[in-house]
Nanobody, 126 residues
Framework: QVQLVESGGGLVQAGGSLRLSCAAS????????MGWFRQAPEKEREFVAA????????YHAHSVTGRFTISRDDAKNIVYLQMNSLKPEDTAVYYC???????????????????WGQGTQVTVSS
């Protein structure tokens, strides 16, 4: 079992930066691929970025490529999402998620993630 708690959200002006953190509990954290998703008001949850269980592979949605970077620190049980050059359309609740299968590769599919945090609000003003 993995429990996840996000932090680092807030209000920022367009062009600014934020770093989201996802603190995980559970001894098996390092065996799971992790992902970040977001959900804007009245929209479906969408994939943002994912990282494989060993950190060797990452994948970012086209809309954030070149601006956002996912990383993990298994010694601290934390997954990060560095967000630069933020735009108003990045405004959403951001969720950290753990893949449902051990030793998995990266995935953009919401239904493959079994563990979810409560979310952290990111608001980008124009």
């Amino acid at each position: 079992q993995v429990q996840l708690v996000e932090s680092g959200g807030g209000l920022v002006q367009a062009g600014g930066s934020l770093r989201l953190s996802c603190a995980a509990s559970g001894r098996t954290f390092s065996r799971y691929a992790m992902g970040w998703f977001r959900q804007a008001p009245e929209k479906e949850r969408e994939f943002v970025a994912a990282i494989s269980w060993n950190g060797a592979s990452t994948y970012h949605a086209h809309s954030v490529t070149g601006r956002f970077t996912i990383s993990r620190d298994d010694a601290k049980n934390i997954v990060y999402l560095q967000m630069n050059s933020l735009k108003p359309e990045d405004t959403a609740v951001y969720y950290c998620a753990g893949h449902g299968r051990l030793w998995s590769g990266i995935s953009y599919r919401t239904d493959e993630y079994a563990y979810w945090g409560q979310g952290t609000q990111v608001t980008v003003s124009s």
